[in-house]
C-alpha cells in the first residue's frame, strides 16, 4: 500500500454488523478502529494538523 492509498483510508474506518442471535429486529454496528492505518483513533486529527501545517506553508516535522 502506497502513502496515497493510506492517506485515502483515514476517516474510512470499516463498521460490521453485530449478530444478535436469533434476534433480528435491530441492526448494531461497531466500528473496527483496530484496523485505521496508523492503528489508532486519531488520525482523523493528526491528517488535520498535517494538511493545515501545509496549507500555511509550515513544515509540521520541524514545527517552523
Known sequence: MNSNEILNQIGATPMFRIGLGENDDMNIYAKAEYLNPGGSIKD?????????????????TSGK
Open 44 to 60: 482523523r486529527v493528526a491528517l488535520f494538523i498535517i494538511e493545515e501545517a501545509e496549507k500555511n506553508g509550515k513544515s509540521p
